[in-house]
RNA sequence: GCCGGCGUAGCUCAGUUGGCAGAGCAGCUGAUUCGUAAUCAGCAGGUCCUCGGUUCAAGUCCGAGCGCCGGCUCCA
C-alpha cells in the first residue's frame, strides 16, 4: 500500500497508509487529540474527520479551540436542526442552512409558518437527536442517484441545487445524520463527527423567507438559532441578546423623554425637549468640529424640480424611494440627499483652483419613501439629517483631502469612546464607471492617505461604489455590535452630469473631483447607537439634562432656585425638581432619568453655601461650592468621553 | 412591498367558554417638610387601533385597512 506524508503546523511529518482518515491521523498523534478532533484544514480547505488522505498534504485538527470550530458547531447545528424538523414535520422540504456572524438558519417549505410552541418542541427534538450522539456521515453519491433520490422525495430545491452547483461532476456530496431514513441532505460539509459535540445551542426566532433571498421564489419559513462551542459562550451571547433589548433605543427614548412616535408619521420621529437637545448638541459638535476643518454650512433647498434628479440619475434609479409632490403641473420631489444641491451650488459661479478644496457641510432634512416594512426606531426612518459634506477637490488634493477626513473621523469617534475600523472598498470587477487608470490613482492616492494617516484598514475588493473607491467605518458599541457610519467616496461621475469645472493655473477649465462623506451618518440612526452603546447613561458633555438640584425642604427652594440660575448662567443644563417629595424619591427619579449629577441642597448647604453633589454612577461625592462643581463640569465637559 | 405576530388608560400589562372595562406606575387633590434609589390617603383617567360583518349581546368571533414588532429585501 502506498504511503502519504502529512506535514504537522509544527513542522514535523509523517507517513501514514494512503486513505487513512484525518480521525486515524489525529489519534496517531495523541488519544487526547483524537478525542478533541472535530474536523481538519487539509492544505487550507476544511474537511471532515473521515476524510481520507490520499496524497501528501499539509493537515491541521481543528479542535474547539480552533477559529473554524464555530461556524463548524453552527452549521453541524443546522443540520441537526433540518432533523428535528424533518422528523416532526413529516413532507416538509428543506432549503439550505448555513452559518451566519450570529448564529446560523434553515429555510423550510412548509404547510403553516411555524410558531413559537413549534420551536421548543423543535429544539427538544434536537436537543434528543444530539444526546444520542448520532454520526455525521459523508456520502459520495452518484450525481443522477442523488437527484432521483431528491426528485422522489419531494424536494425539487435540492435537485435545483445540485444541478446548478455540481455541473459536470460524476458524484455529490450528501451528508446523513444517523441513516437516510433519520436525515439526509445534499452538502458540501464539513460537520462535527456526531451530534453529541453539540451542547450549546438555542432557537431563537422564525421568519418568512424566499428562496434565494428572491421574493419572486418560493416563499419559506426561516427559523432561526445560534450555537457556541461551550455553554457558557452561549449564555453569554444570550445576556448580551438581553442586555441589548435593555437598551433598546426605542425604550429608553420613551422613558428617557426623548423623542415619540405617531402612526400619522410612520418614519419620521417627534424630537421632544430633551431629545432636541441632544440632537442640537451633536450638531453643534459637528459644526464645531467642521468650521475649523475648512467647511461652511449651507442650507439648500427640500423641494426640487425632478429636472435637477434627472440630471443626476436619481430619477431613473431612484423614484420609488422619493417623495415626489406636483406642483402647478410641475413635478417636484423632496431631496432624498444633498448632494445635486451642492452641485448647483458649486456651479452657481465661476471657480478658481485657488479656492479649492471648497467643503459644503449642511444638515437640513432629507426624505427617503422607504418601504413601510423596513421603518424602526430611529435607526431606519424616512426623514432624517445627516452630516452631510461634499468636497470639491483636483485630482491631486484627493490624497491630502482624504487623509483630513480620516484625522477627522478619528478625531469625532475618539470623542465618543468609540471605536472603530476601516474598510477600503475597491474598484468593481464589472459594471464600473470612467477609466481603469483613473481608478488606479484614486484607489492609490487613498492607500496613501491611510497610510499617512497611520489607520489599520481592511481591503474589501471590488466593494467601491460605481463611480468611485470609497472607505466605510465601522464603530463598535458598548456591548460588540458593529455598526457602519462614516462613510468617505469619490465620486467622478456627478461632476461629468453637473458639468462642474474650476479654471485652473493653465487658464483652462478642469473637472474637479467630489468627495462625499459623512461622519456621523445620520443623526437619527447616531443618536439611536448613542442611546444603547451608553445604555442612555449618556457622558456629561451630552446629557440633555446635566444636573438637577434637590432641595430637601420647601425652606430651600429659594437657595435651589438660584442655584440652578447660576448653573443655567453658567452654561449648565440644569433641572430643579421642586416637588414635595422625599430626598429618596427625586433621587431616585434622578438615577431613572440617568441625571449625570444631583445637587442635594438642605439646611447644611444653605447655611455654608454649598452643594452635595451626588454623581449618577459615584453616589454620594460629598458638598463643595457651587464654583467648585461648576468649574469640575466645565473640565469633564471639555473632555467628553475622556 | 412580502411573511408571521401584535394593537386594552400617558406607560407596563391583566381581562376565563362572547355577558356591566381592571391593576401597578405616572397624573390630579389633600396631608406630610423629610438628608442620598419609591410617604400616606383620596380622586380622576377608556373610540378596547379604525371601518365593516356575525350575534339578543363583541375587547373577545370573522373580513378589510392602518400602525407597531421580528425577519426577508433594502440601507444611512
Redesign the pocket.
Known sequence: MSQVTVTLPDGSSRAVPAGTSIADVAAGISPRLAKAALAASVDDRLVDLSYPLERDARVRIVTAESPEALPLFRHSTAHLLAAAVTTLFPGVQCGIGPATDEGF?YDFVVP????PEDLDAIEKKMKELAAQNLPYERQMWPRAEAEAFFAERGEPLKVQLIEEKTAGQPVVSCYTIKDRETFVDFCTGPHVPSTGKLKAFKL???????W????HNQ?M??I?GTAFVSEAELKDHLTRLEEAKKR?H??LG??LGLFT???????AAFWLAKGTTLYNTLANYMRDVLFPAGYVELKTPLVFNKALWETSGHWQHYRQ?MFLIESEGEQMSMKPMNCPGHFLVFASEVRSYRDLPIRFHEQTP?H?N???????????????S?DDAHCFVTQDQIGEEVERLLRLVQRVYNDFGLPFTAKLGTRPATDFLGEKATWDHAEAQLLQALERAGMPYARNEGDGAFYGPKIDFDITDAIGRK?????IQLDYQMPERFDLKYVGADNTEHRPVVIHR?IL??F??FIAILIEHYAGAFPLWLAPVQATV???????LDYAGAVREQLAAAGLRAELDG???????K???A??QKVPY?L????????ERQV???S?SG??L??RPLDAFIAQAHDEIARKAQ
Request: net charge positive; with cysteine.
Open positions: 438558519f403553516r409558518p411555524f410558531v431563537l426566532t422564525t421568519s418568512n423567507a424566499y434565494k433571498g428572491d421574493a416563499p419559513q426561516r432561526y433598546d426605542r425604550k420613551r422613558e412616535v405617531h402612526p400619522w408619521a410612520p418614519g424611494n432629507l427617503r422607504e418601504a413601510s416594512g423596513v421603518l424602526t426606531g430611529l435607526t431606519r426612518v424616512r426623514q432624517f445627516q455598526w457602519q457610519c462614516a462613510t459623512a451618518g445620520s437619527e440612526r434637590l432641595p430637601i425642604a420647601d425652606r430651600h416637588r414635595q417629595e422625599k430626598i429618596g424619591y433621587i431616585r427619579q438615577q431613572l444631583m442635594v441642597v438642605g439646611d447644611r448647604e444653605v447655611e452635595a453633589v451626588r449618577r453616589g454620594d460629598g458638598s
